[in-house]
């Protein structure tokens, strides 16, 4: 059975600042993998998701996340965030052929002006 | 386009009440996905359904909890009774029935019981 770790419950950072939430799973076969964004008292939006070919996929709002098979990670990457980036971010994992995803525990961005 | 919709948004009862969320999964999707968020545990997968028939239903916490989905367009998840730690966000996803396709989420329904 595959899971998800993410390694920080929560990441403070400043804004204009770069910021990396860490990410890997476990899985004994192939694997899609996503990040979601959660903000306040709404569900979670898909941010980017990797299924094949190029291991860095990127979202339209400056995020960035790398698939590296060898360390079985996706960490999530953005060079400068803003304050509107302040949510709960998880890191999810599918088998193919599988409609289920699993989530991981979610790690809190915290923009500090 | 709509979305996931959810009702209620906010629901307060009382313990031993019967308590019934709805969801109207988006057109066209054909896996539907129940959820229950709380602070300690998490977002945790409760039932899924495809082509409206339950498929995994191994985290549904109790024999309290029901998940029926009639049709397409509809489905909903009863607990009954209801009880203090049943207190949390439920979310209603969904998606098409196949690898990779990402889960389409509702904006929860936030479910306190006294």
């Known amino acids: 059975a595959q899971s998800v770790t993410q390694l920080d419950s929560q990441v403070p950072v400043f804004e204009e600042a770069p910021v990396e939430l860490r990410c890997n799973y476990s899985s004994s076969v192939s694997v899609y993998l996503f990040w979601y964004v959660q903000y306040p008292n709404q569900g979670l939006q898909l941010l980017l998701k990797y299924l094949s070919g190029s291991t860095l996929v990127e979202s339209i709002n400056g995020f960035e996340a790398e698939f590296n098979k060898s360390q079985t990670s996706f960490h999530l990457r953005k060079p400068s965030v803003h304050i509107s980036d302040t949510a709960e971010y998880f890191c999810?994992?599918?088998?193919?052929?599988?409609?289920?995803?699993?989530f991981g525990k979610g790690t809190r961005l915290h923009i500090l002006p | 386009d709509a979305g996931v919709i959810q009702s209620p948004r906010h629901e307060v009862t009382e313990m031993g009440q019967e308590v019934t969320l709805r969801c109207k999964p988006i057109?066209?999707?054909?896996?539907l996905f129940w959820y229950r968020q709380t602070m300690m545990r998490g977002l945790e997968l409760l039932i899924y359904?495809?082509?409206?028939?339950?498929?995994?239903d191994s985290g549904m916490p109790e024999d309290r909890f029901s998940a029926k989905m009639p049709n397409a367009s509809f489905s909903t998840l009863k607990i009954q009774p209801s009880e203090p730690r049943d207190s949390a966000v439920y979310f209603c996803a969904s998606s098409l029935a196949s690898g990779g396709q990402p889960q389409h989420f509702g904006d929860g329904t936030r479910l306190s019981i006294l």
């Open positions: 999810a994992v599918s088998e193919i052929r599988d409609d289920k995803i699993i």
């Open positions: 359904f495809n082509n409206n028939v339950p498929i995994d």
């Open positions: 057109s066209g999707h054909n896996s």
